[in-house]
């Protein structure tokens, strides 16, 4: 399974590039993410709780970041297994400066197995792409948050900062990735009402 695409943060490289690293703010914005933790150099383990169709199971994993080029990108290698099946992948991150904006390009390759993979390959496509949709905006809504914070001496007249956004629940993740398999199914003059239906079915049966 390939899955490649560009995000732009509305952010600074330098403050992108520390974001990516940070394992506090990565778990916060990350679908089912149940601990981030940092082990060693450039190495993190995690644990994933995520439901995909009628698959739902809890994943231990490890990532290690290697090719480091601060702050313009680096490669990640990922292992992860749970009773559901297993997945191991490996991505290429790039960032470029554009402004006070920051372009991600990312391309992966990933090998997915056991019961996670029956459940056919455009779900788990559409899946990845919803969990990196939902990833990158809740770190882009974070670091707009951060940058939203007055300098001292000004927090009085300054509005104050928005709050961060929470991550995503079930049902959201859900509904995004029932978007993704109605956009690569159906026809664009029918997509709007059969999206609301494949929405409705796909949390009907979920939740």
Aim: charged content about 20%; hydrophobic content about 45%; overall charge negative.
């Amino acid at each position: 399974m390939k899955v490649s695409g560009e995000y732009t943060f509305e952010a600074p490289r330098k403050m992108v590039w520390e974001a990516l690293q940070d394992p506090t703010m990565l778990t916060s914005v990350l679908p089912g993410c149940e601990k981030l933790e940092k082990i060693g150099d450039d190495e993190y383990e995690g644990a994933l709780n995520i439901k995909i169709g009628p698959v739902q199971g809890k994943f231990q994993g490890k990532i290690k970041l290697e090719d480091m080029e601060p702050p313009v990108g680096y490669t990640m290698q990922v292992n992860g297994r749970g009773a559901q099946g297993f997945v191991k992948a490996t991505a290429k991150l790039n960032l470029q400066e554009d402004g006070q904006r920051t372009q991600l390009s990312y391309d992966s390759d990933a090998q997915v197995g056991g019961r996670i993979a029956s459940v056919g390959q455009r779900l788990v496509d559409s899946s990845a792409k919803a969990v990196i949709k939902q990833s990158l905006d809740g770190l882009n809504g974070m670091l707009a948050a951060r940058l939203a914070v007055p300098e001292a001496g000004e927090a009085e007249a300054a509005p104050a900062a928005p709050a961060a956004p929470q991550p995503p629940s079930q049902a959201e993740f859900a509904a995004t990735i029932a978007k993704e398999v109605a956009k690569d199914l159906i026809p664009k003059p029918v997509l709007i009402g059969a999206v609301i239906l494949v929405i409705l079915a796909l949390l009907y049966f979920l939740l």
